[in-house]
């Protein structure tokens, strides 16, 4: 079960849960570590014997010492002296390979916990890009890049250092207890009757700390949030002068921060002066009775500075859990959100039995196609539409209308609610991403580029495409020549997002790209918004001769862009309304025609 939704807000992002949510994420949680580990059982495996057998030997140390003091020292005092020499050795040996076995302990279980989180990173990464377009509308930006950082560094922290500490703690403490019961069962009660406030402090703490970490994830995540989008909207927030209203809201969301990390901050101040109280207590109660056994001559005074280091041994390490709990409750809140998004499925998925596309083609249908975004009412309606392959479609419309949505069905980035898309007779449903991508390729008002070179860019389409090929895509939509004159030509770095060209550039790059890749069906969605008149006058003929063999869908408001279609389909309310050439759609007088008037009075 997937706690985290698309559309919305879920409890995970919120901080609170159900009984039932909890406990359906920890299943979650832990069934992700448990597929992580298991391809690296025997490392696992190996990094617990070590570190069994390492804390064995740190164990016994103190009844090394009380076997010195009570037995081995006197045999000195009467001229034996091998006892004490056995027994110095016994600690040498057991101090000097248990040391051993800890550093061997910290490359194994290093080596264990960064296979662990570049596999995480890994799996976040490849998950997401397979995720359906739905997804990535929903799920904000700032919250992926969360993901992949502050609650990554949060499992990473556990894991490299506080995972050490709690593994030593746990292991410590339960060596130690045995030996003294061994040793001496009265302390070793006065210990265990010591663990029942503990385990209540333990238990009010871990309590309290889990909801104070999963308030500081979800604080951490909504500070991310605003920063990425100002960051990333910096032009809007600057053109509509916002600097100050988002410096308040960011400011805001800094504060909540800082208020959910103090309060776990105040937890500490109760969790450790507590936890140290209770351990001198049980110190000072051990040595008052021991010493009265010791005057009754009922008690070795070895084994009573046995006892006390026993005991002191026990409760060094708890003060050290404290650090584990916290990282704990900061990588479990970051894992529980990991989990979630690793378990989200495709809305759009690759079928079982795929069925391939012919090679040559492009002849789209609806057929009684219904679709609506999420569990929101229907925002298209398209009971029978056919374009022939090699036909070029305009989609006319107001906004809202449509006819984005009906290019992403074609491109399946969704699928509808009823009815079929079909391509070449074969049903989108059942046909494979890969080659549904080959047969299909979308260009958006939003040309993005990669860093790296044009010629890296352009070759997007086709990856073992040549220079000259790259060149021939180029020239045919008129990105030749600044291409050539730009610093490097076809080599130069474009930067981040295509930083070094201008938005019409980057838009003509990614025309090249689309027409490498010699897709059956391409789809224009607002792709010329971006260009001035020349550059699109220029990019205009280049369509018409490029678009003579394939299916193409355009959607543009202006109506210069759809003068090259065979055919015009006019959207109202999610539903053609007029279809036909352009011709005959202004010898109609409808819609179209109102709308080209319009236009061609802007043009005078």
Known sequence: MSITTVHGTSGE?????TRAESRSIRRRSLRLLADILRPRRRLLVLTVVVVVVSTILRAVVPSLIAYGIDAALPAALDGDWAPILWTASAILVAGGVGGLLVGWYVVLIARLMQAIMIELRTRIFRHTQRLSLEFHEGYTS???????????????????????EL??????????????????????????????????????????????????????AKLIVRFVETMTGIRAVQAFRKERRRSREFAGAAKEYLDANLRVVRLYGVFDPALMLLGSTTIAVVLLWGSLRVVDGTLAIGVLLAAIMYVRNFFGPLEEVATFLNSYQSAAAALEKVSGVLEEEPTVADPDQPERLPDHGGTIRFDEVEFGYGAGRSVLRIPDLAIPSGQTVALVGTTGAGKSTLAKLVARFYDPRRGAVRLDGVDLRSVTSADLRRAVVMVTQEA?????SVADNIALGNPDASLAEIQAAARAVGAHEFIEALPDGYDTDVNKRGGRVSAGQRQLISFARAFLADPAVLILDEATASLDLPSERQVQA?????????????????????EIADRVLVMEHGGVVEDGSPAQLIARDGRYARLHREWAATQE
Request: aromatic share 8%; with cysteine; hydrophobic share 50%.
């Open 13 to 17: 992002d919120r901080g609170d849960y």
């Open 142 to 164: 700032g919250r992926i890049i969360s993901r992949q950082t502050s609650d990554l560094e949060s499992i990473q922290e556990l894991l490299d250092g506080s995972l050490n």
């Open 167 to 220: 593994v030593d703690a746990v292991l410590i403490g339960a060596f130690t207890l045995c030996a003294l019961l061994l040793l001496d069962w009265q302390s070793a009660l006065i210990l265990c009757a010591a663990m029942i406030p503990l385990v209540l402090l333990m238990r009010w703490f871990v309590r309290e700390s889990q909801r104070g970490f999963r308030a500081t994830s979800v604080a951490s």
């Open 448 to 452: 993005y580029l990669f860093s790296g």
């Open 542 to 562: 280049a369509l018409q001769r490029l678009l003579a063999d394939r299916t193409a869908i355009i959607i543009a408001h202006r109506l210069s862009t759809i």
